[in-house]
């Protein structure tokens, strides 16, 4: 297996679980999101073009997306985990042309509703380590300050509460359609656990494959 897709809603724990796979496994992890936020930090004209669908929680357009994808795996032919793609199913036939479909296995991180809008207004990130965090779930060991690096916590501009349904609504209308898409070659697993659990049974799964 040459790459691993994370598929879920926002807030299943896709970030987290990525880091986390990567380290045991030693593949590299490609985060959309992170190089599209870093890309808007940046002002770069990536960033300029795509910060006010990135900030209002909607899609940024496949072909933007597949470059950045095409680049990454230039220079990454080792093990790659997709943290934030596919998106869509273009996006997803597009991936299977460009290493191959048996070369792909997709874990299915499920979460209801009603858990992915409470993580989400929970959520904390480190802006400069990149780690993940959850008042409710994971929270850091000491209030707002990162384990890692020590550093202040934010809260993503687009896990605002209005920002958050609509991004509900987008990964409904444009990836829940991957499930059925993956139909058959999912790995599904209950997100609704702690980081370690879900952790423990992700890669006892993908050790069976
Ligand atoms: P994430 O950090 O994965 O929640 O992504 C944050 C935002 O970046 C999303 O709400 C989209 O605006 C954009 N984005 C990230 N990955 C993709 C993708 N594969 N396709 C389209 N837009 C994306």
Known sequence: MRA??????????KGTLARDLAECAHFSVFVTGDVLRKAIQEETELGRSIK????????VDD???LTLVRDFLRSHR???????????????KALESIIGADSLGVVYLELSEEM??????????????????NLLSNPPLKDGICDDCGCALIVRKDDDPDIIKSRYDVYLK???????YYDGRLIKVNADRS???????????LCQE
């Open 4 to 13: 691993i897709v994370l598929l879920g809603p926002p807030g299943a724990g």
């Open 52 to 59: 006010s669908n990135v900030e209002a929680g909607r899609l």
């Open 63 to 65: 072909e933007t997306i």
């Open 78 to 92: 080792e093990g790659v985990i997709f943290d934030g793609f596919p998106r869509t199913i273009g996006q997803a």
């Open 116 to 133: 992915v809008l409470k993580r989400l207004g929970s959520r904390r990130n480190c802006p400069a380590c990149g780690k993940i965090y």
């Open 174 to 180: 444009e990836t829940a359609p991957l499930v059925e």
């Open 195 to 205: 980081v370690d659990e879900v952790f423990h049974d992700v890669r006892g799964k």
